[in-house]
DNA sequence: TCCGTGACGCGAT
DNA sequence: CATCGCGCCACGG
């Protein structure tokens, strides 16, 4: 077939990244592009979360744990969260308390 | 082909 | 703490 548009592989890894954060947990856009191997791809997580269903969208937020979703969506996504378990300081998540680490297969000999 | 846009990140003011 | 500006990446008109 001729091609149609096929989902780069940067996609594709920025999708597993995402689909492996724990309930009661988040991540930050940057933070997933970083485990996805594309350390400057915070836009392309966002562009993958709006073309892409059935990702825990909700569980990725920006920087500090600031919800980026303006507009109703932005509570929508606040709700969910807390429906989970995670807890906000103002309008941030305490990411100290509720951000994901993704792990980080370097190679500190341990289970990779 | 060039330009603008976006659920971003980070430093500077 | 609030704003602004610049850099990054991919896509659409």
């Given at each position: 077939m001729a091609k149609a548009k096929q989902p780069n592989p940067k996609f594709q890894r920025i999708r597993a990244t995402i689909m492996t954060?724990?309930?009661?947990h988040v991540s930050s856009y940057g933070a997933v592009a970083r485990a996805a191997g594309?350390?400057?791809g915070a836009r392309l997580v966002v562009r993958t979360l709006s073309q892409s269903?059935?990702?825990?969208?909700?569980r990725v937020v920006a920087?500090?744990?600031?919800?980026?979703?303006?507009?109703?969506g932005g509570l929508d996504q606040r709700f969910r969260l807390e429906m989970e378990g995670v807890k906000f300081s103002g309008k941030k998540v305490r990411m100290a308390e509720f951000e994901f680490k993704f792990p980080k297969r370097k190679k500190p000999r341990q289970s990779p």
């Open positions: 954060i724990p309930r009661g594309i350390p400057r269903h059935g990702l825990p969208w909700h920087a500090g744990g600031r919800i980026a979703i303006p507009g109703e």
